[in-house]
């Protein structure tokens, strides 16, 4: 059963950026399908984006396309999310997720990080 924990969170200014990290616990990291979410304060939670196991697909959210990049780093069991162009609306909790299907739909994700708090002032 992986673990996935986030870094990288924190507070920046509308036009900056970030890179969250999200640590992964398992040795069969390859095999997963990752995905970024994200959650404000008094909406649901939402989907960013997700990466194919072998990194040769990705699926972004029309909210963050042009802005956000994943990636991942399968020789370190890591995954990431540059986030670019930042803007008020992007502040949320933002969480990485794992799944063992292949689809990249937002859907049927079965393992989750904690979350790390991303904070865009204006």
């Known amino acids: 059963q992986v673990q996935l924990a986030e870094s990288g969170g924190g507070l920046v200014q509308a036009g900056g950026s970030l890179r969250l990290s999200c640590a992964a616990s398992?040795?069969?990291?390859?095999?997963?399908?990752l995905g970024w979410f994200r959650q404000a304060p008094g909406k649901e939670r939402e989907f960013v984006a997700t990466?194919?196991?072998?990194?040769?697909?990705?699926y972004y959210a029309d909210s963050v396309k042009g802005r956000f990049t994943i990636s991942r780093d399968n020789a370190k069991n890591t995954f990431y999310l540059q986030m670019n162009s930042l803007k008020p609306e992007d502040t949320a909790v933002y969480y990485c997720?794992?799944?063992?299907?292949?689809?990249?739909?937002?859907?049927?994700?079965?393992?989750w990080g904690r979350g790390t708090q991303v904070t865009v002032s204006s």
């Open positions: 990466i194919s196991r072998t990194a040769d697909n990705t």
């Open positions: 398992e040795r069969t990291f390859s095999t997963y399908v």
């Open positions: 997720a794992a799944k063992l299907t292949s689809s990249l739909l937002p859907r049927a994700f079965g393992y």
